[in-house]
């Protein structure tokens, strides 16, 4: 037997005014478009926008059904849009916030299983990482320059290809 122990880097910044000022731009922009979202059971609220190699912003929140396996994160909504409008455009830069409407969010809140795996599933596509940050309402926010670090051993077309890593 072997142990193998995986170890992930994380940045976190104090505030908001520690960002780089692009980030706070696209921070900005994922928290406006948050309070667009769609969450009438859960009411929580989240944004995301993604930066793309050709400059444009891409926005995304999270839209609930009452059939919940329906609805879809914001994550996710603005991955596909990405995907579908720009399909050759790496994504560079994600930002994502959290809020919700029953209690003040001060934690940052990283991307679900669900949304690390389409996350994965990009940046296996275009061969290069996406730098994620993510936040609360207010607060800390933290930066991973890939997802690798939010989902080590990722599950990705290379297991349906050849089904070596």
Known sequence: MKEIEITSVLQVYDSFNEL??????LMQQSKLIRDKA??????????????????EVVLGNNQENACYPSGLCAERTAIYYAGANFPDVPILKMALSAKSLKYQLLIPTPPCG??????????SKQKESIEIYFMGETGKIVRSNSLVNLLPLTFDNSYLVSGLK
């Open 20 to 25: 780089p000022d692009d980030i706070q731009q």
């Open 38 to 55: 769609y969450a009438p059971y859960s009411e929580f609220l989240v944004g995301a926008a993604l930066l793309l190699k050709n400059g």
């Open 114 to 123: 669900a949304c690390r795996q389409a996350i994965a599933e990009y940046e």
